[in-house]
C-alpha cells in the first residue's frame, strides 16, 4: 500500500505536467423531477419535470474535473453535425 507521504509527492509531481484534453464534446440533458407514481403500461416511474439543465460533457467534462484540481488544460475537438 502507498504512504500518504508518497502521495503528496506524486500528487506535487503532477502539477508540472501540462495536460491536453482530446476527445468528444456533447450536450448533456438534465431533467430534473419529482416521481409520485408508476406507470400502469410499463414498469417505468413517471416524472414530472420541474427543471431542466444543459451541460457540457464528454471532453468538457474531464476539462471542468481537473479545473477543480486546481489544473488548466487544453482542449481540443471537433465540431461534427448529425
Given at each position: ?28 440533458e ?21 427543471e ?31
Amino acid at each position: 500500500m502507498i504512504s500518504i507521504q508518497r502521495l503528496e509527492e506524486i500528487l506535487k509531481s503532477l502539477i508540472k505536467i501540462k495536460i491536453a484534453v482530446i476527445g468528444d464534446m456533447m450536450l448533456d440533458e438534465y431533467l430534473i423531477g419529482k416521481v409520485n407514481r408508476i406507470s400502469p403500461e410499463a414498469p417505468v416511474p413517471v416524472v414530472n419535470i420541474e427543471e431542466e439543465r444543459f451541460v457540457l460533457g464528454e471532453l468538457r467534462n474531464v476539462a471542468n474535473n481537473l479545473k477543480e484540481f486546481g489544473r488548466t488544460s487544453a482542449s481540443l475537438w471537433c465540431y461534427r453535425r448529425r
